[in-house]
């Protein structure tokens, strides 16, 4: 089974505060995904990677950085957090290889900020 | 227009019955057609996928896919209390994209 794994369930921080979530995941994929979902508004992507030390905008990228120093592990970083950052933080991989284009997704955090 | 549209319900069906959910997508270049349900404060879990036109069954669900009306639907058979979750509805929207486009989701409620 593809086991995607996220560092907090749930993280409280302060505005201002620099604050990491790390995404770990063990089959090998080239691809991981960060997304932030809110209520009325889906699922949106902030970050991808498609490789080591690789990195995209998805479609929300301000106020956040990703970094991906291993195939395996994928940290996003908002520098400078703010209360409009509060939300749940979702990871996922998936495999780049063929058709296949499965892609699952880890537990989540909740963000908030104060 | 969104490229990928869902009602974002609630739907309510009755316990044994046939629940349809439906999503549109505005590529027509689209290929890859996924659908993840979500229960309250989990994460979307992938449970079926669909590449070509026609049906694709796996147990009680059916993907159903048309690309001429650019839709698909999922078909929950015999639903059950635990097949209430938001569904969401994912499009790989054109070749070479690395990315997935999500719906809003429609929110299932199962009445027993």
């Known amino acids: 089974d593809v086991k995607v794994t996220q560092s907090s369930r749930y993280l409280v921080k302060r505005t201002g505060e620099k604050v990491f979530l790390e995404c770990v995941q063990d089959?090998?994929?080239?691809?991981m995904f960060w997304y932030r979902q809110d209520p009325g508004l889906g699922l949106r992507l902030i970050y991808f990677?498609?490789?080591?030390?690789?990195?995209e905008k998805g479609d929300i990228p301000e106020g956040y950085s990703v970094s991906r120093e291993k195939k395996e592990r994928f940290s996003l970083i908002l520098e400078s957090a703010s209360t409009n950052q509060t939300s749940m933080y979702l990871c996922a991989s998936r495999t780049g290889q063929g058709a296949v284009y499965e892609q699952y997704f880890g537990p989540g955090t909740r963000l908030t900020v104060t | 227009q969104k490229e990928v549209e869902q009602n974002s319900g609630p739907l309510s069906v009755p316990e044994g019955a046939i629940a349809s959910l439906n999503c549109t997508y505005s590529d027509r270049g689209s290929q890859s057609f996924f659908w993840y349900r979500q229960y309250s404060g989990k994460s979307p879990e992938l449970i079926m996928f669909i590449y070509s036109n026609g049906d694709k069954e796996d147990g009680r669900f059916t993907a159903q896919l048309n690309k001429a009306s650019q839709y698909v639907s999922l078909l929950i058979r015999d639903s059950q209390p635990s097949d209430s979750a938001t569904y969401l509805c994912?499009?790989?929207?054109?070749?070479?994209?690395?990315?997935?486009?999500f719906g809003q989701g429609t929110r299932l409620t199962i009445n027993p």
């Open positions: 089959m090998d994929h080239e691809n």
């Open positions: 994912a499009v790989k929207v054109h070749q070479g994209a690395q990315k997935l486009v």
């Open positions: 990677s498609y490789d080591v030390k690789m990195k």
